[in-house]
Nanobody, 116 residues
Framework: QVQLVESGGGSMQPGGSLRLSCAAS????????MSWYRQAPGKERELVAR????????NYADSVKGRFTISRDDAKNTVYLQMNSLKPEDTAVYYC?????????WGQGTQVTVSS
């Protein structure tokens, strides 16, 4: 059974930093492209950052470029999202996503709230 378990969310003041983690089990992690999505209240889920399975190439939403960094540790079956210079508009539930050849899995989400 595939499980993606996010952690690291919480509340932070604007300008602060958080690091999200997503621990995967039940799949061959190194095969999968891993992504972080987020969904704010009343808005659609959007892609935040993605890291492919081979070579580690990354891409980011324009709104987070230069502030967020996605990385992966295949030995630990974990993907990370380092979030710096947080803004109130980063407030959302953040979801981990694994995708390989049509096999798609989601985590349960972790809340990030940025407020003064």
């Amino acid at each position: 059974q595939v499980q993606l378990v996010e952690s690291g969310g919480g509340s932070m003041q604007p300008g602060g930093s958080l690091r999200l983690s997503c621990a995967a089990s039940g799949l061959t992690f190194s095969y999968y492209t891993m992504s972080w999505y987020r969904q704010a209240p009343g808005k659609e889920r959007e892609l935040v950052a993605r890291i492919i399975s081979t070579g580690g190439s990354t891409n980011y939403a324009d709104s987070v470029k230069g502030r967020f960094t996605i990385s992966r540790d295949d030995a630990k079956n974990t993907v990370y999202l380092q979030m710096n210079s947080l803004k109130p508009e980063d407030t959302a539930v953040y979801y981990c996503n694994a995708n390989w050849r049509g096999f798609v899995y989601w985590g349960q989400g972790t809340q990030v709230t940025v407020s003064s």
